[in-house]
């Protein structure tokens, strides 16, 4: 992201916000009733604990009346693209009509052909750096890569990157998910690269793995994808993942066991996520009445109770439309200050070393 996008999209809990009622726009009765008529909206890759999508698909089912077809809820940006692929002619349960993949991923997307173009009634009010001029692709939230720590099992929890190679965090520190197709581990690899480099975003990928190859190499890495069962169970004490879905990881746990989620004190990583809908999609008014439902107040805010900041925050903030009592949730702003957004061309490139590299120079097979 350039440095205009980071401005726009920089956290806002110091505002003093009033409690409002959520204020949807609405979308065309005529697009209501083409996506009632299809009758079935299918997703992919959307976990009820990230962003509180469980309590988002309820309320779209709720006020559509739609069905929603789950897929593959653990799958990774690039498993979304690939299911659009491997299911152009196919109309059936398994071919997605959205996806929702890291920022990266929507501009190839377009590129390939794998997605069509569709603008929300809100789109006024998305960040003009956060979208694609034609529509599509657009971003949806953002968050930090962040430290979830399992506080009974780790006395010490780790402050920043390199504290994770010490020998009390052996058979300690995982991902969430596979760094050669999740977005989300792809960063964390960057985001260990980034403070190895000191902010050198050139040479993060290259650093990020041979961080993690020392991880590995002292035994402190745990080859399996992190969730809070993990977590709570003592496989995996450390885990690596968004800001947004270690806080509802936390929460999920309910104290058992305690939960610290520690922002890094360098290479802090910002991430954006972004939607779009499939060019194949079975049910394209389906689709794009989906994305109605997302970029609505009423969409936007439930993002925001999973604790990840809409892409329509600020425009929320300004109107008054964000209910204190999220806002006293979420993490102190100052913990974001050095955060990074990079690039396109940026990630473009780290992604290339590390989902290519990962094999030959880490060699732990997430799984």
Same mark, same amino acid.
């Given at each position: 992201?350039?440095?205009?996008?980071r401005?726009i999209?920089?956290?806002?809990?110091?505002?003093?916000?009033?409690?409002?009622?959520?204020?949807?726009?609405?979308?065309?009765?005529?697009?209501?009733?083409a996506?009632?008529?299809?009758?079935?909206l299918?997703?992919?890759?959307?976990p009820?604990d990230?962003?509180?999508?469980g309590?988002?698909?309820?309320g779209?089912?709720?006020?559509?009346?739609?069905?929603?077809?789950?897929?593959?809820p653990?799958?990774?940006?690039?498993?979304?693209?690939?299911?659009?692929?491997?299911n152009?002619?196919?109309?059936g349960?398994?071919?997605?009509?959205?996806?929702?993949?890291?920022?990266?991923?929507?501009?190839?997307? =377009?590129?390939?052909?794998?997605i069509?173009p569709? =603008?929300?009634?809100?789109?006024?009010?998305?960040?003009?750096?956060?979208?694609?001029? &034609?529509?599509?692709?657009?971003?949806d939230?953002?968050?930090?890569? +962040?430290?979830?720590?399992?506080?009974?099992?780790?006395?010490?929890? @780790?402050? &920043?990157?390199?504290?994770l190679?010490?020998?009390?965090?052996?058979?300690?520190?995982?991902?969430?998910?596979d760094p050669?197709?999740?977005?989300? +581990?792809i960063?964390?690899?960057?985001?260990?690269?980034l403070s190895?480099?000191?902010?050198?975003?050139? =040479?993060?990928?290259?650093?990020?793995?041979?961080?993690?190859?020392?991880?590995n &190499?002292?035994g402190?890495?745990v080859p399996?994808v992190?969730?809070?069962?993990?977590l709570?169970?003592?496989?995996?004490?450390?885990?690596?993942?968004? &800001?947004?879905?270690?806080? #509802?990881?936390?929460?999920?746990?309910?104290g058992?066991? @305690?939960?610290?989620?520690?922002?890094p004190?360098?290479?802090?990583?910002?991430?954006?996520?972004?939607?779009?809908?499939?060019? !194949?999609?079975p049910? @394209?008014?389906?689709?794009?009445?989906?994305?109605?439902?997302?970029?609505?107040?009423?969409g936007?805010i439930g993002?925001? =109770?999973?604790?990840?900041?809409?892409?329509?925050?600020?425009?929320?903030?300004?109107?008054?439309?964000?209910? #204190?009592?999220?806002?006293?949730?979420?993490?102190? #702003?100052?913990? !974001?200050?050095?955060?990074?957004?990079p690039?396109?061309?940026?990630?473009d490139?780290?992604?290339?070393?590390?989902?290519?590299?990962?094999?030959?120079?880490?060699?732990a097979?997430?799984?």
């Amino acid at each position: 992201m350039n440095t205009r996008l980071r401005r726009i999209l920089s956290l806002s809990t110091a505002m003093v916000i009033t409690s409002a009622s959520l204020a949807a726009a609405e979308p065309s009765a005529e697009l209501i009733a083409a996506a009632k008529k299809e009758g079935t909206l299918t997703t992919i890759a959307l976990p009820h604990d990230w962003c509180g999508y469980g309590d988002v698909i309820e309320g779209f089912k709720k006020k559509y009346g739609l069905k929603v077809n789950e897929l593959n809820p653990d799958a990774g940006s690039g498993d979304e693209i690939e299911a659009i692929k491997a299911n152009k002619g196919n109309t059936g349960d398994q071919a997605p009509d959205v996806i929702d993949v890291g920022l990266s991923f929507g501009p190839s997307a =377009k590129k390939d052909g794998l997605i069509q173009p569709y =603008k929300v009634s809100t789109w006024d009010s998305i960040p003009a750096e956060a979208k694609d001029a &034609d529509g599509y692709w657009y971003g949806d939230y953002y968050g930090v890569m +962040a430290f979830e720590v399992n506080k009974d099992l780790v006395k010490n929890p @780790p402050k &920043d990157w390199a504290d994770l190679l010490k020998p009390e965090y052996a058979n300690s520190v995982a991902l969430g998910g596979d760094p050669r197709t999740a977005n989300q +581990a792809i960063s964390a690899v960057f985001a260990a690269g980034l403070s190895a480099a000191k902010g050198d975003v050139s =040479k993060a990928g290259e650093e990020g793995l041979k961080f993690f190859k020392e991880l590995n &190499d002292k035994g402190n890495f745990v080859p399996v994808v992190g969730k809070p069962a993990t977590l709570a169970q003592g496989t995996t004490p450390i885990i690596l993942r968004w &800001d947004y879905n270690a806080l #509802a990881g936390r929460d999920s746990l309910k104290g058992n066991p @305690p939960v610290d989620v520690i922002i890094p004190a360098s290479g802090v990583v910002a991430g954006v996520y972004v939607q779009a809908i499939s060019a !194949y999609a079975p049910h @394209p008014n389906a689709a794009k009445l989906w994305m109605e439902y997302l970029y609505s107040d009423e969409g936007q805010i439930g993002w925001l =109770k999973g604790y990840c900041h809409p892409i329509r925050f600020n425009d929320l903030a300004k109107n008054g439309k964000i209910p #204190a009592d999220i806002l006293a949730k979420l993490p102190d #702003a100052k913990a !974001y200050e050095k955060s990074i957004f990079p690039t396109l061309e940026q990630q473009d490139a780290y992604k290339k070393t590390i989902t290519e590299g990962w094999d030959k120079v880490v060699g732990a097979a997430v799984k």
